[in-house]
Nanobody, 116 residues
């Protein structure tokens, strides 16, 4: 059974930083690219960042380029999202998932709130 456990969110002021973690289990982590998504209040879930199986290729949505960094530790079955220079519009619940999702559900997500 695929399990995804996100953590690291919190309340941060604009310009601040957070590092999200997603610990996975129930599948062979090294066989899957991984994505981070977010769902702002009242909006649809959106793709934020992607990373290849070995971690050598990453992609970002335009709104986070230069501020967010996705990485992974294949020895620990964990994917990370380093978020710097946070903005109000980054407020959302953040989720990770494998690519393709297949039969994987969603974790509980981790809330990121950017507020002064």
């Amino acid at each position: 059974q695929v399990q995804l456990v996100e953590s690291g969110g919190g309340l941060v002021q604009p310009g601040g930083s957070l590092r999200l973690s997603c610990i996975t289990s129930g599948f062979t982590f090294t066989l899957y690219p991984m994505n981070w998504y977010r769902q702002p209040p009242g909006k649809e879930r959106e793709l934020v960042a992607s990373i290849s199986r070995a971690g050598g290729v990453t992609n970002y949505t335009d709104s986070v380029k230069g501020r967010f960094t996705i990485s992974r530790d294949n020895a620990k079955n964990t994917v990370f999202l380093q978020m710097n220079s946070l903005k109000f519009e980054d407020t959302a619940v953040y989720y990770c998932n494998r690519v393709p999702r297949g039969g994987a559900g969603w974790g509980q997500g981790t809330q990121v709130t950017v507020s002064s």
